[in-house]
């Protein structure tokens, strides 16, 4: 069940205990919309402060003059937070909503395709920008491989952005069949892409990262949050 919570001209303070209170409900909501009227990363920072380990922050639109980020709840209380297991989530979240946009565009529901679609790429987006500029970086830095599988998985990103490029032109035409063209190929490196990163780099990286992971996840959920503008 999806709740909508508007913030706007209330305080980092008020809207964080407007949040929290709203946390404690668990029979009243699964996902909040909430929306603001800044980025965000003071309220975030606050809740990362607070209930670390217990919500999933995730951007849907970017401002001004208005921003809505979807917070959701976590399955289970985490006391640190990992690679794999964040962003493997991160995975499975750009998934659903990719497989809801296929469906409204089989559907040929065109305002629901354009929703979903704005969803999915602001999400795709948010997670390779977590990737390329926080995780990334610390992964090279601390093996020291950076000619590696970070290289690789950046070139990939590219083609992905690629496709998403061309179906958000036909999107803009209102093209659903290429759209749908688009995705059917965007699917296939997406999953071969994922597989790479959950079942070889992420397993690394919490190896090799150790003691600072947790602290990285902060950083990563926080990253887009801040640079969060519309273009
Ligand atoms: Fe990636
Ligand atoms: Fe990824």
């Given at each position: 069940m999806e709740q909508q919570i508007n913030l706007v001209g209330k305080t980092d303070q008020q809207a964080v205990a407007l949040l929290r209170s709203s946390l404690?409900?668990?029979?009243?909501?699964?996902s909040i919309m909430v929306t603001v009227d800044n980025h965000g990363a003071g309220i975030l920072d606050a809740l990362q402060q607070?209930?670390?380990?217990r919500f999933e922050w995730y951007p849907i639109q970017p401002g001004p003059p208005v921003w809505q980020f979807m917070l959701t709840r976590t399955a289970a209380k985490m006391a640190k937070r990992g690679i794999g297991e964040f962003l493997g989530a991160d995975h499975r979240r750009c998934d659903e909503l990719f497989i809801e946009l296929e469906n409204a565009v089989q559907a040929n529901d065109s305002a629901r395709a354009q929703t979903l679609f704005s969803r999915f790429t602001v999400g795709m987006e948010h997670h390779f920008a977590m990737e390329e500029e926080v995780f990334f970086p610390a992964f090279e830095q601390a093996?020291?491989?950076?000619?590696g599988p970070t290289m690789v998985m950046r070139v990939e990103h590219r083609q992905m952005r690629g496709l998403i490029g061309q179906a958000a032109q036909a999107m803009a035409q209102g093209k659903l069949e290429g759209v749908g063209r688009a995705c059917a190929t965007l699917m296939i490196l997406m999953r071969q892409h994922n597989i790479k990163e959950e079942q070889m780099l992420y397993p690394m990286a919490d190896q090799h990262l150790g003691g600072t992971v947790d602290g990285l996840v902060r950083s990563m959920q926080k990253h887009a949050a801040a640079n969060m503008v519309r273009s």
């Open positions: 404690d409900q668990p029979e009243v909501w699964d607070q209930l670390w380990g093996t020291g491989m950076t000619q």
